[in-house]
């Protein structure tokens, strides 16, 4: 049986290549889903993907994740800058997990340069765009190995 990886997205990720296709490219959230599945299963990776405007959802959504998924990656969108309630989930499911954004954060305002995601994430990938959602597909497919040989 293929190892489960939970991709979850935040607020406003459903706008994808709806607007502001300058910032965050014209891939739609549906595309995004197919590529990521499309590279999980070249990857013998079953993905299941997911996003909700809800905070608290994102929460129970992390939470329940133990047991069922190997791994998780996330793009909290603006709750990345703000949520202790999400990192403490991240910190509590015990699991690997892969930061991802589609913009570089490290280069846009201030306020977007801390993510308290961070402080639970193996590893952060920012600023590829909609390519880098495949990028953590792999970095979770990384991840797993290396686990597996500890
Ligand atoms: O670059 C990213 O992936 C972000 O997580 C996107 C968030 C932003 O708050 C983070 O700082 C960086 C915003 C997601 C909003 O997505 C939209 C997509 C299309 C149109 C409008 C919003």
């Not at 989930?89 to 954060?105: D, G, K, N, T, W």
Request: with cysteine.
């Amino acid at each position: 049986m293929s190892a489960k990886v939970l991709v979850l997205n935040g607020p406003n990720l459903n706008m994808l290549g709806v607007r502001e296709p300058t910032l965050y490219g014209r891939a739609s959230l549906a595309d995004v889903e197919a590529a990521c599945k499309t590279r999980g299963a070249a990857l013998d990776l079953e993905v299941d993907f997911r996003q909700s405007n809800d905070e608290g959802e994102l929460v129970d959504w992390i939470l329940a994740a133990r047991g069922t998924y190997a791994a998780l990656v996330i793009n909290a969108a603006a709750y990345t800058h703000t949520s202790v309630a999400i990192l403490d989930a991240l910190l509590a499911v015990e699991l690997p997990v892969v930061e991802i954004h589609l913009s570089h954060i490290m280069k846009r305002e201030t306020f977007r340069r801390h993510s308290y995601v961070a402080e639970a994430a193996d590893g952060l990938i920012t600023g590829f765009g909609a390519y880098g959602y495949e990028l953590a597909v792999d970095a979770a497919a990384h991840l797993l190995k290396s686990s597996a040989k500890s």
